[in-house]
């Protein structure tokens, strides 16, 4: 597609439900990164996938969060037994390789996940 | 620890006014720098961004941005405010060895009046 896309684009769970965040990024781009952004905050680097292999995970915060990348494109962030804390707008961005200094990371618009 | 710092929550200019928005990093080598904007219902968008050379970058949408390695920041500036500049921007830094992320800072929220 033209850009990184992110579904849905809106999200309401209750408390100690399980969902998945997906997030298609731009055709042929290799490194594709996961933000939260919590109201009020910069967004915050939870993951970072080069093709399918997770090659940092620093920023999940606990192991409730894991996401995956089977192919290399699509990835899904999966978040169990969810909390309210978990209430935040998560960013998926692309690039077509990561760690090179001259690339752009391309964001998408985000899932609000308001968690009730 | 590495962090980025916008002091500034919230700024209002007049349009046409000039503007400078601050950002301070903490690292103790020089990092790469980013400056974003985001819009309601828009994505992150990159404005310009440093890596080397010259310290005065040229960005989109008339914007500038000055490395000073004595002060640890990169500022933010454009000579005239438009309405459409209304938005949030994002400082963010990448460090060396750290290729594959950004923090950011928390961000600044500008308001534009006619």
């Known amino acids: 597609g033209a850009g990184v896309s992110q579904t849905p684009s809106n999200k309401v769970t209750e408390k100690g439900k399980y969902v998945e965040l997906r997030c298609d990024p731009i055709?042929?781009?290799?490194?594709l990164y996961w933000y939260r952004q919590s109201l009020g905050q910069g967004p915050e680097f939870l993951i970072y996938?080069?093709?399918?292999?997770?090659?940092?995970d620093s920023g999940l915060p606990n192991d409730r969060f894991f996401a995956v990348r089977p192919e290399g494109s699509v990835s899904t962030l999966k978040i169990q037994r969810t909390e309210r804390g978990d209430s935040a707008v998560y960013l998926c961005a692309s690039s077509p390789r990561g760690g090179a200094l001259n690339t752009e990371a391309f964001f998408g618009q985000g899932t609000r996940l308001t968690v009730v | 620890a590495q962090s980025v710092t916008q002091p500034d929550i919230h700024i209002t200019v007049s349009e046409g006014a000039s503007l400078e928005l601050r950002c301070n990093y903490s690292?103790?080598?020089?990092?790469?720098l980013f400056w974003y904007v985001q819009s309601p219902g828009q994505g992150l968008q990159l404005l310009l961004k440093y890596f080397s050379g010259d310290t005065l970058v040229q960005g989109i949408k008339g914007f500038e941005a000055e490395f000073k390695r004595s002060q640890s920041s990169f500022n933010l500036r454009k000579p005239s405010v438009h309405w459409s500049d209304a938005a949030e921007y994002f400082c963010?830094?990448?460090?060396?060895?750290?290729?594959?992320?950004?923090?950011f800072g928390a961000g600044t929220r500008l308001a534009v009046h006619p």
């Open positions: 055709s042929g781009h290799t490194a």
């Open positions: 963010a830094v990448m460090f060396s060895g750290g290729y594959n992320k950004l923090i």
């Open positions: 996938f080069q093709g399918t292999g997770a090659a940092d």
């Open positions: 690292y103790g080598a020089t990092p790469y």
